[in-house]
């Protein structure tokens, strides 16, 4: 089935340094990943589109400037946090779907997610 | 804007028990509804979707079902054992998927 693959599981940084998180299809090619965010006991929240070869689109509230999303592969998208501070601790997810299945019985695939924290 | 209501935010039950959990959403007029499981410090695992025009849908003990007049789907676990303990997301799709806060499910033997 559809794998996604997402890197580190778990990131501690000191507050004002850059965090990347990659995420990977493994099996199949993605246009289109998403990116979400999901603090304790809170629902996962959509942060942005990653689109493969342009720009992401972000959701309202979403900084595009601290969040920075590269797209540069059919099977690659990074998210990068830039000067992270405390506040952007939080569980990281990608997430993408497999084209080859059909939209109207199959979902999505996740990654296993990043534990951000940073202090 | 569309809104997504679980309204348990946990759920405690027997083993060998149906567990049955609820999902309302407004202001929107989904063409599928997706439920997914998520353990503690891992990403979500897709289980079922189900579209507008079906009522029902079954996958081994897991049974979806799908009320787009009252805007409500029902997702049940028969014969739930304690490996079932988890949170269960509800999830529509519009360019991305919405995710509802999820209920906590937690069966004891």
């Known amino acids: 089935g559809a794998v996604v693959s997402q890197h580190p599981s778990w990131v501690i940084c000191k507050s004002g340094t850059s965090v990347k998180i990659e995420c990977r299809s493994l099996?199949?090619?993605?246009?289109?990943m998403f990116w979400y965010r999901q603090f304790p006991k809170q629902s996962l929240m959509l942060m942005a589109t990653?689109?493969?070869?342009?720009?992401?689109?972000?959701e309202q509230g979403v900084e595009k400037d601290k969040f920075l999303i590269n797209h540069a592969s059919l099977t690659l998208s990074t998210l990068t946090v830039t000067s992270a501070h405390p506040e952007d601790s939080s569980f990281y997810i990608c997430?993408?779907?497999?084209?080859?299945?059909?939209?109207?019985?199959?979902?999505?695939?996740f990654g296993s997610g990043t534990r951000l924290t940073v202090v | 804007s569309q809104k997504i209501e679980q309204n348990s935010e946990a759920l405690n039950i027997q083993e060998g028990k149906t567990a049955t959990l609820t999902c309302n959403y407004t202001?929107?007029?989904?063409?599928?509804l997706q439920w997914y499981r998520q353990d503690p410090g891992r990403g979500p695992v897709f289980l079922l979707l189900?579209?507008?025009?079906?009522k029902e849908k079954r996958k081994e003990r897991l049974k979806v079902t799908f009320d787009t007049t009252l805007k409500q789907s029902l997702f049940h676990i028969t014969a739930s054992q304690p490996a079932d303990s988890a949170t269960y997301l509800c999830?529509?799709?519009?360019?991305?998927?919405?995710f509802g806060k999820g209920t906590t499910l937690s069966v004891s033997s």
């Open positions: 099996d199949f090619q993605a246009t289109t």
């Open positions: 990653s689109n493969e070869g342009s720009k992401a689109t972000y």
């Open positions: 202001n929107y007029s989904p063409a599928y």
């Open positions: 999830a529509l799709e519009e360019t991305a998927l919405i």
């Open positions: 997430s993408a779907r497999d084209p080859r299945l059909g939209t109207a019985l199959y979902g999505y695939t």
């Open positions: 189900i579209r507008e025009n079906e």
